[in-house]
């Protein structure tokens, strides 16, 4: 195992202004009824600002605002809907001044995001899925994370298929880089998310997470978003998303093991600990 100071590359690069010298915790708000691990919870307005704010209390580093459900099976919702969802939520918590990202895949909501103080947007389809997005990450001038989705939310887990799944998604990954390159987007704006769970089964998540170096050859930040997923349940019995946080932060230990630098997370006091005790015991090893 790779001891925590020995950094690739990409780690002396800031994204979003934030040194990545130490691992950053990206703390998940979803404002929707119907997420996989907190549908409901922060739907409304007031519920979602407590949420968040809670969330960099406990040192959340980003506040990653969402207003669609992307969970297997799930169904999109209408774009006015969704900037309702989002917009006022992003308003507060950037005008608290708390670094704040749009997880939207929809060109219209990116926009709208933006306007309300969002400084970072966190697309699943990696700029793919609306032919509007390129140009508006491009034009406004922010960082964005790329994420690897096979297929879309209704479908993906239906039979996904790899030839080498960590392979495949670098590989995709690194044409998605040079699509964003050409549109005007620099690399040093782009981090990249393998999408654990997004159109993956167990054994391609878990070739994914042992070999999470492979994303280290894009020159890219690496983001992790892993937070209770259903593979954890499946690996340790683990039936309700709540009862997969020890799951979850031994896999978000093993991923910075591996040099993953930004970790998208429900549980961030938690996660915090975790990487803070981890780091101090690590800086003392010879």
């Known amino acids: 195992m790779p001891h925590a100071s020995v950094k690739p590359p990409s780690l002396v690069r800031a994204f979003a202004g934030l040194s990545l010298e130490r691992p950053r915790i990206m703390g998940i708000v979803n404002v929707t009824p119907d997420s996989f691990s907190d549908g409901g919870e922060a739907f409304r307005v007031e519920d979602a600002l407590r949420r968040g704010r809670a969330m960099a209390e406990a040192g959340a580093d980003i506040l990653d605002i969402g207003g669609e459900s992307t969970r297997p099976g799930a169904e999109p919702v209408a774009v ?7 917009a006022p939520v992003i308003e507060a918590l950037a005008g608290d001044g708390h670094l704040v990202s749009i997880d939207s895949r929809r060109a219209a909501v990116m926009d709208a995001a933006l306007s309300a103080g969002a400084a970072i947007v966190n697309d699943v389809t990696a700029l793919a899925g609306d032919p509007g997005s390129m140009d508006v990450v491009a034009k406004a001038g922010v960082p964005v994370i790329l994420m690897h989705m096979q297929g879309e939310p209704r479908t993906m887990q239906a039979d996904p298929t790899y ?5 495949d998604i670098r590989d995709y990954l690194a044409r998605r880089i040079a699509a964003c390159e050409a549109a005007g987007i620099p690399r040093e704006r782009i981090a990249v998310d393998p999408g654990i769970g997004f159109g993956k089964n167990l054994d391609h998540n878990l070739d994914i997470l042992s070999r999470m170096d492979v994303f280290h050859d894009l020159d890219c930040p690496i983001v992790l978003g892993a937070s209770r997923k259903s593979f954890i349940g499946r690996l340790a019995d683990a ?3 709540q009862a997969r946080i020890p799951g979850s932060l031994a896999t978000a230990l093993a991923a910075r093991a591996r040099g993953v630098q930004i970790f998208r997370v429900h549980d961030v006091a938690e996660t915090r600990q975790v990487f803070d005790v981890w780091e101090a015991i690590e800086r003392r090893a010879p």
């Open 163 to 167: 030839d080498d799944a960590p392979a």
């Open 239 to 241: 039936e309700t998303p």
């Open 80 to 86: 006015d809907e969704e900037i309702g969802r989002v």
